[in-house]
């Protein structure tokens, strides 16, 4: 019990498009996700998750090493003003350039980024029916594990299971979380929250602002963890971990293991972001670029599909996600003038992720839907 069956796997022929639907809800209905396929014996990719081929083609920077993100230092950031300006102008130009960058010296011991991995990757491989306790398309529990939130409305699903944990600015219960990742969920959000604060700090004085404006904002008010588990695949060329998107947020920190597998669209190239041991990679969100009027980027990236794995991620969303709130965000009216009008109507948190969650990895962005 609690297995499936490859001969029973759904999407294994070329559907026609009445069969779509079902073949998606059969694969739902199973509770196993991607993983449950994987450990089914699938030798084949299901044609549900087969993508169209990236106009962008393939990385181009594997030799190049001028093609990568800055990496920033935060070490003795408090002591050194000089070191401090030097830090902002670093920030200043990843993220209107890039919309990416690295940070090390952050603060947050090796030894728990190493738990949250070990953590991530033991939820996913509890016992099926453990885990399917757990299996929900509910928004508004506090701890959502499933596969593909997209999956009733994108082109093509993702070689990638997730869960989904609620952290700020819900009053936590610890019975909500599952018991083999409880504790370092809610000690890893603690350190999450401070390392935030600074990284909000930094992109406020980046923007020539008082140094607690965005977190005065309430861009640091929510926090939402994503447990990725991205199984071996034994057709990566078919598919991929995570489709071409930018993040429905104002900033992610992302924690990813050894494997990589992360690219990121830069002047119509796909670049690989090589994993650093210890470093947390930091990208603008599309709220991020929406209050900043288009001068910090939200860029589209994706996760390639691998024979090896699986690959373990941890992104932590700074936003409220769907939770309700009064809160109207627009354009910061600090940074606007006769000649940088504003570009985009307001919206709340909730109304943003909404539409993005409707409109689900489609390979478009978001942003256009607001734009004036």
């Known amino acids: 019990m609690g297995t499936i069956n490859a001969n029973e796997i759904p999407g294994t022929t070329k559907p026609n498009f009445d069969s779509i639907l079902s073949e998606r809800k059969a694969f739902d209905e199973t509770k196993v996700g991607v993983k449950g396929l994987v450990d089914a014996g699938i030798q084949k990719v299901p044609s549900l998750f087969h993508h169209q081929p990236d ?58 980024l190493e738990e949250v991995k070990d953590r991530v990757r033991r939820f996913f491989e509890l016992d099926t029916e453990t885990k399917k306790e757990f299996y929900t398309r509910d928004k508004s529990r506090p701890f959502v594990y499933n596969s593909n939130f997209d999956l009733y409305s994108s082109p093509a699903l993702n ?44 992109l406020s004085e980046a923007l020539g602002l008082n140094p607690n404006h965005l977190k005065d904002m309430g861009c640091a008010e929510g926090l939402v ?16 971990g995570t489709s071409k998107h930018s993040d429905n947020d104002f900033l992610t920190v ?81 940074l606007l003038s006769e000649d940088n009008p504003s570009k985009y109507r307001e919206t709340t948190v909730a109304d943003y992720v909404a539409y993005f969650d409707a409109k689900g990895l489609d390979g478009t962005s978001a942003l256009t839907h607001y734009r004036i």
């Open 225 to 240: 963890a994503l447990g990725h588990y991205y199984p071996a695949c034994p057709e990566p060329h078919l598919t991929l």
């Open 159 to 202: 070689w990638r299971d997730t869960f989904i944990s609620y952290l700020s600015p819900d009053v936590l219960k610890p019975e909500d979380f599952p018991s083999v990742c409880r504790d370092i969920l809610l000690e890893y959000g603690e350190h999450m929250m401070k390392l935030g604060i600074l990284l909000f700090e930094l």
């Open 55 to 112: 106009k962008f083609g393939k990385a181009s920077n594997s030799c190049d090493t001028d093609l990568n993100i800055p990496v920033i230092d935060l070490a003795d950031i408090d002591k050194d003003p000089s070191k401090h300006q030097g830090l902002i102008d670093i920030v200043k130009e990843a993220s209107e350039t890039w919309g990416f960058f690295q940070v090390v010296n952050h603060g947050i011991p090796v030894s728990i």
């Open 254 to 334: 992302l924690l990813q293991d050894h494997i990589g597998g992360l690219q990121i669209l830069y002047q119509d190239k796909w670049i690989d972001i090589a994993p650093v041991p210890g470093a947390l990679i930091v990208n603008i969100g599309d709220l991020l670029q929406l209050i900043t009027n288009d001068r910090f980027k939200s860029v589209e990236h994706r996760v390639v599909a691998n024979h090896v794995g699986p690959r373990i991620s941890m992104a932590c969303f700074f936003c409220t996600g769907v939770r309700a709130s009064s809160k109207i965000y627009g354009p910061i009216k600090e």
